[in-house]
Every structure is written in C-alpha cells, then in structure tokens.
C-alpha cells in the first residue's frame, strides 16, 4: 500500500478506501456475523490510486465481550481481479459468438446447474439458466442414465446423439470441458438440430429397402455389373439359377458364371453398350445358364460416367423351344402341301390322258376337267 506505519496509526480508515462509506458497512458486516471473510474492495495507496484487496476481519472484545474493534488482514488482489476482468471479457466475447451460432450452446456445472443458454437453446427450450439441466431436457429428478457428465468432468470429449421425445427432436452433441475462472470445469455442449437429416436418412433407409425388396421380388433373373463385367448384386432368380449366393456371386466376372468363359461372348449386349458410347439399351436373345434368354442391358449413367449395367435376363427358352416347334410343324405342312398339288397336277394330266384316248377311238370323254387347275381343283 505504501504508507509508514506513523500515517496509518491514529487515522481513520475511511480515508484508507476507495468509498468512504465501505468502513461502515464492513463494521455492520462483522457485527451482524461476527466475521468477515475474504471480502472484495478497493482501498487508496499512498498515490491515492485504487488497489482491489481481499479482507477478512474478526470481531475484537474485551474481557466483558463488548466489542472494541476488529482485526483484519488484507490482500492485494489487483493482479487476479485484472485478470478476472479479462477472462470475463472474453467469456462474454465468446458468449456473443455463441449466441450468434445457428446450433444451441449451454454450460452446465459439475451440479448440472445450467449456467448459460445460447438464443437457440433459449428459443427452443426457454431461459432456464440456474435451473438443474436434467429437470428442464429430461423432466427427470436425477441425473439421466446415458448422462455424460462425469466423463467431461474428467476431461474427455464427448460426442453422442441425443432424441428428445419431449420435442421429437433429435440432436448431435459435442461435450467438453470449459474451465472456470476459480478452477473448477464445467461442462460446456453444442446442440445440433440433425432431426430433418435423420428423417431422410430414415426415409433414405426405408426407400433403399424398398428397392431391395422390390429388386428381390422380380420374376426375372437380374445383375448388377460394374464397367468391368464384375458382379455387383444379384437377386434371388440369379440365385437360384446359379446354385450360388449374392456373397458367393459378388466380385465375379458375368460372363464367367453365364457363359462358363473367360471373356464376354461376342453377342454380349453389355459389351455392345460400352462400345457404343452413347449408352443407350441393348437387348439380345443369347444362350446362358443352360437355356435361352432375352438379355436386356439398362446403362447407369452418374455426371455423364458409365458406373453400372443393370441386367436384365428373361428366361425364354420355353418361348423359343415352342418357337422352333412350330416352324418344324409349318415346315411339315408346307412340304405335304408341295406333294399334294403335286399329286393333284399329275391326275389331271392322267385324266387328260384318259379323255385323249376316248376320244381316239371316238367315245366321249370320261372326265371334265376344270380351267382354274392352278387352283389346285377337279371334277
């Protein structure tokens, strides 16, 4: 403080603070609880500028009890309330930050008192700071089982999901640590609202399933191949037409499961897609897997990439073997019809010959025979 013990003796301490009326209400202070312990002011140096202390004081009695003064002891916290001011500033600098964030911020003590709300988390859930956290997000009356307190508390950082029924929203959380002026941590968690994100993840997830079911479901026998010829997928009519198992089929080359080669057949309609470039589909009929089949290939084309085939293969060996039934049969039936006119023309030429003959010797002809033979008729 600077001053000689001669300039303190005597005097009267209100001239020793900042306000002279803090002698008083320190002496109020000690009477009232018969102590005073480390309380903030700001006394004068013998430059007469201010210096923050920390005081505690005892009441001083007599041997009758009567109160004759006190005994105090000062500490020169200049330095450490400097040093608050500054932390505090910039707690409230990084307080407005939070509050100029799009995601929730709120501070909570190791007691899980709410010690600062962000305005997202105010507009979300109300300004519930100096109330216990548990209460105002769980509407429980202790700490919730998947609560991650304790492990910030011990220094780690924590990130976890968090559904709020209440609000049917769903959050991503980021925990850590936040150490206060006086030492102790604090826990400190950034809220973010992921609740539309999670709903077309869901509706991402039920329409992916959808597919597959449906891609399961077809009657037809269907791959999906990478520009390579490898298997990416394959439904269960491919299953049950190979013996083999979506796993078991996955990574192999097409060609080799269909054809039992080493390299695409030269009719090969995915072959003929890549070569063409323009990417549009092809079909073909082809023989595979022991029958015949109506392979159609369906490009897949991502910013203008060839990155999938979709094959499509109908069984239509039943269709084709019918097919070639019938042509034999008209085959058959064309063949007889060239031998019947044939018979047919040669008994009208019989029957001329007969007519001919009859004539010769003078008698009427036996037959008539009609002009429109080219018709394939007599009489």
Known sequence: MGYAADEVIGSSNRKFFADPEEPERIME?????????????????????????????????????????????????????????????ERDNLNLIFDSMVDGIYIVSKDYEIEFMNKVLIGEFGDRVGTICYKVFHDREEPCPLCKNQEVMNGETVHWEWNSGRRNRTY????????????????????????????????????????????????????????????????????????????????????????RTTEPPENCPAKKLMASKDYKPVENDMEALGGIFLVSCTPVIEDGDLVKIIHTMTDITERKRAEEKLEKKIEELRRFNEMTVERELKMVELKKEINSLLRGVGKEPRYRILEEIDTGTSE
């Open 29 to 89: 202070m000690v009477l009232r609880d018969g102590m005073l312990k480390n309380y903030r002011t700001a006394v004068l140096n013998n430059d007469r500028k201010p210096v923050q202390i920390s005081l505690s004081a005892s009441l001083l009695k007599d041997s009758e009890g009567v109160p004759i003064g006190t005994v105090r002891v000062s500490r020169d916290i200049t330095k450490e309330v400097e040093l608050e001011a500054r932390i505090k500033e």
């Open 172 to 259: 991503d959380l980021i925990e850590t640590p936040l150490k206060n002026i006086d030492g102790t941590i604090s826990k400190l968690t950034i809220f973010r609202d992921i609740t539309e994100r999670k709903r077309a993840e869901e509706k991402l997830l039920r329409v992916s399933r959808d597919r597959e079911e449906i891609f399961q479901a077809l009657g037809n026998a269907v791959i999906i191949i990478d520009p390579e010829f490898n298997i990416l997928d394959a439904n269960r009519p491919v299953m049950a037409a190979t013996g083999m198992s979506a796993k078991e089929l996955t990574g192999r080359k097409c060609y080799e499961i269909a054809h």
